[in-house]
């Protein structure tokens, strides 16, 4: 969740450690630091709060000198942000720098130890055992020093080093944290994603676990266990500007404009004459007929998608499915074997608890699928088989384009299976992609009166707590809404199954209590409609999101969101527009930076 960037070459490197990192703040922001070879030694700079801090502290880099260095922008796990617990840190004579993304397990026994050789930390963090580690057992040999430790440390980590007496070198090492390292015409990057250094190289090198690489000015050497190995270089096509905010005002609404594109991007190649091609599927039809049971394993909103699914591949494909948070996933004891598709649905691809999740399904003898956005990140080269979401980069911590893309995605594999499996023929299967087909379009329909959703929310503005509410797949779309509200809005939020409210939540409904209320599943209807009337007589003001045409609504509800047409599984797609709307008006009306809202990041690589 910390973002790791390193620079050795011909050029000054503090200023293209900033911008590296402005790319790269999106994973962590309440810190940053950064640690520069020069003639005074190693010069470290850091900064409690946004990368603007050390920006200005530093005049844009221009006032630390060097053509080496490693840089951090921090989202903290031990210890609050202060400048003491930002990253670089350095042993006592600052001979030694590190920047770190993971968790050291066992650093509260390491300090001990460290404590009885007379070692005195400074910071409250993990990472401090590391480089006082270094410290201890260095003895002229980096490498061989990088070595040693990783025998004695637990946990993951991705690690940036240099050492004052190697003024001409660089250091990383990864284990279940992902780095890549980078090769250029002026120098050697390494860093913790791939927009960090794309204006400085498309040549990229992921590093696998455990790998450990030397940079410097002119060349890259690449190590396992001490013996030097040869690694493939990839070129990269992402595309520069697409990780640019552009003339809009947040990378999240960008991003929610941008989800007609990628829903497109994420289905066109899928689609053929009518029926669905997953290539990169790697399972045979006998295959599919053959799968029992599916697992969809996730964090957050992408698990969000998984409870969506659910329905639909029971509805459409008959396959019994369950959906799990990895982090519970990752310790219990699933019962697989080769009939089962575990689907593991990550934007990131790094997700440490989803990667775990990964793991444990593989090594209990499931069959993995990955659904990612991140070309190439850990999950897509850990799976058995990868189907890329074509959402392009996301910026904006709550995430908004690659959910669409998730649910484009799962929408297809449900299809895919249903015919397959023979519950659906092929006329049913073109009328249903025509469907499919549209929602761009929809979706450009409902961001089109995103002004109406604005007025809403600034009613709101002063609301301590909104719940959400819906019936099967509306329960998915309720949990969504609720947590893109909490997490750019700081409004305490909760999404209940309707019908469940009433087994204790529904005391928390007093008068004006905003409940926000999901009818998409017409069967449904007047279930919903019944659980409106109960918080309604309890005082609560009633928000509707609900099928064109269902006018009956009106009067139970205070204040209707009408959706377009379309199947009655895709619709999740179109509902959760208006709330993703809502959420990011209530924050911006309450003053809030909604791109990088607090205790949050990106990318989530620690458990
Ligand atoms: C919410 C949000 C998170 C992520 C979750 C999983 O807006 O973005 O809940 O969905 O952290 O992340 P990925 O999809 O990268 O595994």
Redesign the pocket.
Request: aromatic share 6%; glycine share 6%; hydrophobic share 35%.
């Given at each position: 969740m910390c973002g790791i960037i390193g620079y050795i070459g011909m050029d000054q490197a503090a200023p293209i450690l900033l911008s590296g990192l402005e790319k790269l703040e999106y994973r962590g922001y309440d810190s940053a630091g950064i640690a520069v070879h020069n003639e005074t030694g190693i010069q470290i700079v850091k900064a409690t709060g946004r990368l603007k801090v050390l920006y200005n502290l530093t005049q844009g880099g221009a006032s630390i000198l060097g053509n080496a260095g490693i840089g951090h922008t921090r989202w903290g796990t031990h210890g609050e942000s202060t400048d003491v617990n930002a990253h670089p840190h350095f042993n006592k004579d600052t001979s030694i720098a590190v920047v770190h993304n993971g968790i050291i397990e066992n650093y509260i026994k390491l300090k001990k130890q460290l404590e009885a050789h007379g070692y005195k930390f400074l910071s409250q963090t993990d990472t401090e055992v590391i480089v006082q580690m270094l410290d201890y057992y260095y003895n002229g040999y980096p490498l061989e020093t990088i070595t040693k430790i990783m025998h004695f440390i637990e946990g993951s980590y991705a690690l940036g080093i240099i050492f004052k007496n190697h003024p001409g070198e660089i250091y990383a090492v990864c284990k279940d944290s992902s780095l890549i390292v980078g090769q250029g015409s002026r120098g050697n990057f390494i860093a913790s994603d791939v927009p960090a250094i794309l204006k400085y190289t498309r040549e990229i090198c992921y590093l696998d676990n455990e790998d450990i690489v030397r940079l410097t000015d002119s060349g890259l050497t690449f190590y396992h266990n001490e013996e030097e190995l040869k690694k493939a270089f990839v070129t990269v096509r992402m595309d520069l500007n697409a990780a640019e905010k552009g003339s809009y005002a947040h990378f999240m609404l960008k991003e929610m404009q941008e989800q007609p594109k990628a829903i497109a991007d994420t289905m066109n190649p899928r689609l053929r004459d009518g029926s669905i091609v997953i290539k990169e599927l790697g399972i045979s039809d006998n295959k599919i007929r053959q799968i029992q049971k599916i697992y969809i394993v996730?964090?957050?909103?992408?698990?969000?998608t998984g409870v969506t699914a659910k329905y639909i591949f029971e509805g459409l494909a008959q396959i019994p499915l369950e959906v799990d948070l990895?982090s519970e996933f990752r310790y219990r004891n699933p019962i697989l074997d080769r009939n089962t598709l575990v689907i593991v649905?990550?934007?990131?691809?790094?997700?440490a608890d989803?990667l775990a999740a990964l793991r444990k399904a593989k090594a209990n003898g499931g069959r993995v699928l990955g659904i990612v956005?991140?070309v190439e990140s850990s999950?897509a080269r850990e799976a058995d088989n990868v189907m890329y979401t074509w959402a392009g980069p996301e910026i904006a911590?709550?995430?908004?384009k690659?959910?669409s893309a998730?649910l484009i995605a799962l929408y297809l594999l449900a299809l895919k299976f249903s015919q397959v499996r023979g519950f659906l023929d092929a006329e049913k299967i073109a009328c249903m992609v025509s469907n499919l087909q549209r929602l761009p379009e929809q979706i450009s329909l409902l961001l089109s009166h995103k002004k109406d959703i604005q007025k809403i929310a600034h009613r709101y503005l002063k609301a301590e707590h909104i719940f959400f509410i819906g019936r099967g797949i509306d329960y998915g779309i309720a949990l969504e809404g609720s947590?893109?509200l909490k997490?750019i809005t700081y409004v305490h939020s909760e999404a209940y199954a309707a019908g469940e409210l009433k087994h204790g939540t529904i005391s928390l409904i007093e008068n004006g209590r905003l409940v926000v209320a999901v009818l998409t599943q017409p069967f449904l209807y007047s279930k919903t409609i019944s659980n409106i009337v109960e918080v309604k007589s309890r005082g609560a003001f009633v928000m509707a999101v609900t099928n064109v045409g269902n006018t009956e609504v009106e009067k139970v509800a205070d204040y209707v969101i009408y959706i377009p047409e379309t199947n009655l599984y895709f619709v999740n797609s179109l509902a959760v527009i208006p709330l993703q709307l809502f959420g990011y008006y209530l924050s911006i009306g309450k003053g809030l930076d909604v791109d990088k809202p607090r205790n949050?990041a990106?990318?989530?690589t620690v458990e």
């Open positions: 996730a964090c957050g909103s992408a698990y969000h990895a649905v990550s934007q990131s691809g790094e997700t989803s956005n991140v999950i911590v709550a995430t908004t690659a959910y998730q947590l893109k997490e949050l990106k990318s989530v």
